[in-house]
């Protein structure tokens, strides 16, 4: 079937509250980190992964120009290459797109031939090369899910990754959804007559579910959730998601791809880029799980609900 | 036939102390309209499906909103608590004041809660920030039923415990308050004497 309305609203949404918590939140650490030797029996044969301790990458470049963090930094640093020493001292590095390079960013981990300059060439890390690379990585993760908000908070077996006071000393299992998180999933949409001529105004539900251990983290989130009533963000084709099925940015060299990022993806460029298709937050409610009840699921878990009303006027027979 | 030209202030005069007598005339009978409209709504209210469910607690097993348990132990109230009762108050002061008389016209006007005010009086018992009254009509979490395990300190003694049983009721949204207060807007709309 082709992508309807439902699923450009979900990629719309999801790729502006991506940007929009590390934009106004500076929701994210720029790191640097070591690449470890992982499996992955979804991947064939052919590909050697290495996984960082942290998922997800960022990667939206146009976070980094103009921005001054907390850190000191000029914004969030998207990895875009690898580096290493030899076991003789020599050092290499490794750009994306070359010697089968391919990052993926929803996993925090990279894909990669070998060492082209090695003797014998192709020699992989995890022998005698190390592996290193410096990113920024999400404060929350953003997973869209069908799961209810019960299988959610009373279920959750989710991995908590204390990512940022540990010192790791492995990748992170893949696929696998990591905590500090945000879930957010469409809920109902409901399309009622606005104007003559068949202009209606389409109104979704967008719930989300924000879980974290930290309770000023989850207090920043819901702080910048309640502010973003009355904001439109930009209508994006779901074709026009970034990232691949590997999780890496959809490359020109990639001819089945809808639309590529060349040069890289910007939501600030996207944002300007499409300024007539928009979406509207008509009302944002935030609200926090009582602690009173919270200490019946996880007391370590803070879990906090944001519900979205989002407006779309548009035409939708015809 | 001479022409009788009447001066506008004259006119005025006369249909301010009109509406002067006017007024203890339409009152009584505004009023008796009113009441007789707010009562009908407070009876819509007490009447509907979801009132008297919430109204027998724990007992409406089966629900008619809920596959599974009652919608009250669905959502995740204590025993204690009335859910429905606060609504009513609310709906209760919903009266009929008189204003002014000016240019011969008597002002009355209807005071009612807004559906705003209502949502924001009714907080889930699990997440403050929501509103269940909200919740009947564009969907609910069911979370409030497993919060409410059957254990010691156990609520509202109607919920499911997660461990044996996570997959458990489901809510179908409803019209509710909503359409109550349309009716009775819509019933105030067409007051007249």
């Known amino acids: 079937m082709k992508p309807q309305f439902q699923h450009t609203l979900v990629t719309s949404f999801y790729l502006w509250f991506d940007n929009y918590l590390q934009k106004y939140g500076e929701a994210y650490k720029n790191k640097t980190g070591i690449f470890y030797n992982m499996t992955d029996d979804r991947l064939d044969s052919t590909y ?6 942290y998922k997800q990458f960022i990667f939206d470049s146009g976070l980094h120009s103009g921005v001054v963090n907390s850190q000191g930094t000029e914004g969030a640093i998207v990895l875009d290459r690898i580096s290493g020493q030899r076991a003789d001292g020599s050092a290499f590095e490794v750009t994306r797109g070359t010697s089968g390079l391919h990052i993926d960013y929803e996993n925090g981990r990279v894909f990669f031939t070998g060492d082209p300059d090695s003797s014998p060439a192709g020699k992989l890390p995890g022998n005698d090369l190390s592996l290193s690379g410096q990113f920024a990585v999400k ?15 009373i279920e959750n077996k989710f991995k908590t990754n204390d990512r940022f006071g540990n010192l790791e000393t492995s990748g992170i299992v893949p696929y696998d959804q990591v905590l500090p998180a945000i879930f957010i999933t469409s809920e109902s949409i409901k399309n009622k007559p606005f104007a003559f001529g068949g202009l209606d105004v389409t109104q979704t539900n967008v719930k989300a579910v924000v879980m974290t251990s930290d309770l000023y983290c989850l207090d920043c989130v819901l702080s910048l959730a309640a502010d973003a009533q009355k904001r439109s963000f930009a209508e994006v084709g779901f074709d026009s998601f970034p990232t691949t099925e590997f999780g890496d940015i959809k490359s020109a060299t990639e001819s089945y791809h809808v639309d590529t990022y060349p040069t890289g993806y910007s939501y600030n460029q996207i944002e300007n880029d499409n300024t007539s298709d928009l979406f509207h937050i008509e009302e944002v409610n935030v609200s926090k799980l009582s602690d009173r009840v919270k200490k019946k699921v996880n007391p370590n878990i803070f879990v906090g609900f944001i519900d979205f009303e989002i407006h779309k006027y548009r035409r939708p027979r015809g | 036939m001479s022409r009788v030209t009447i001066p506008k202030g004259a ?11 006017v007024k203890p005339e339409v009152e009584p009978r505004l009023m008796k309209q009113f009441k007789e409209i707010k009562e009908k709504m407070l009876l819509d209210f007490d009447n509907h499906p979801v009132t008297q469910e919430l109204q027998r607690k724990t007992d409406a097993d089966p629900s008619a909103f809920v596959t599974r348990g009652s919608l009250f132990g669905f959502i995740g109230f204590e025993k204690t608590d009335d859910p429905t009762e606060t609504v009513r108050q609310i709906l209760k002061q919903s009266s009929l004041e008189f204003v002014r008389i000016k240019s011969g016209v008597v002002d009355f006007k209807v005071v009612y809660p807004s559906k705003e005010e209502l949502f924001s009086a009714t907080p889930l018992p699990w997440a403050t920030g929501r509103s269940w009254l909200k919740g009947i009509e564009s969907g609910i979490s069911g979370l409030g039923k497993y919060l409410n395990v059957d254990s010691i300190d156990s609520r509202s ?37």
């Open chain 2, 11 to 21: 006119i005025d005069a006369i249909a301010n102390q009109a509406a002067r007598f």
């Open chain 1, 139 to 153: 404060d929350f993760n953003i997973y869209v899910t069908n799961q209810t908000e019960e299988d959610l908070v």
């Open chain 2, 157 to 193: 003694g109607g919920g499911i415990q997660s461990e044996t049983n996570t997959g458990g009721g489901r809510f179908s949204a409803t019209k509710y308050i909503s359409e109550i207060l349309n009716n009775f807007i819509k019933k105030i709309d067409n007051l007249s004497l």
């Open chain 1, 48 to 53: 050697n992964v290495y996984s960082s301790p």
